[in-house]
């Protein structure tokens, strides 16, 4: 797996760059429950973004069903009836899985700088994973700003439900530009410290 994750990261770093959509898409991931519709909005949603999802070492498993959506480490649940709502849920899907890029490849130092960039009162923490807290509880956490950030920032499009629409959104509070160059420069460095 290291040896797979050395030779796709430099390729990933440039994308997170350059970002043209001909780098994006993919992913590893499967699917537990949800209708064809609801899994086709999810292949959707990540072949809409810029983000090359390849980079995520292992495979994610999707379970689509009624409830909260949230992400823990290799896992994401996605409620099934945001789904049904089709492009409206894409930005909810690209945020759910930018969590496996801070829980997957993202060290504690790198998550410092990313939270000074972001700002926040602290990462992550206890329930307060995923998109079932409060909007302000929710939007107070680094990690959430991440993941929110990533699903603007690769795609950003008027339906993207997370576009920034005040100095109050978790997405935006960076330019796209600037977090494009910071989010590659740490997926390189991260490539660099796995070679020593």
């Known amino acids: 797996m290291l040896k797979r994750l050395l030779t796709t990261l430099p390729i990933a ?17 499967g699917f537990q429950g949800g209708t064809s519709y609801e899994r086709e909005q999810v292949v959707r949603a990540l072949d809409a ?15 689509i069903a009624p409830g909260p959506s949230y992400a823990t480490p290799g896992d994401i649940w996605l409620d099934s009836g945001l789904l049904d709502q089709g492009t409206m849920s894409w930005g909810i899907v690209q945020h759910e899985y930018a969590h496996q890029i801070d829980f997957l490849l993202l060290m504690p130092g790198q998550r410092s700088k990313l939270q000074h960039l972001l700002g926040g009162t602290r990462w992550l923490g206890g329930n307060e994973i995923g ?11 680094s990690g959430e700003r991440f993941a929110s950030e990533v699903a603007w920032a690769y795609w950003p499009s008027p339906e993207n439900v997370l576009r920034p629409t005040s100095s109050f959104s978790e997405a935006g509070h960076v330019p796209v530009a600037e977090f494009r160059h910071v989010l590659g420069s740490l997926l390189s460095r991260l490539l660099a410290s796995h070679r020593h």
């Open 13 to 29: 770093a440039a994308a997170l760059v350059l970002a043209p959509s001909t780098f994006a898409a993919g992913g590893h991931y």
């Open 49 to 63: 973004s810029a983000f090359p999802w390849g980079v995520v070492p292992g495979k994610v498993t999707i379970h």
């Open 131 to 141: 998109l079932s807290g409060s909007s302000a509880a929710h939007g107070s956490l």
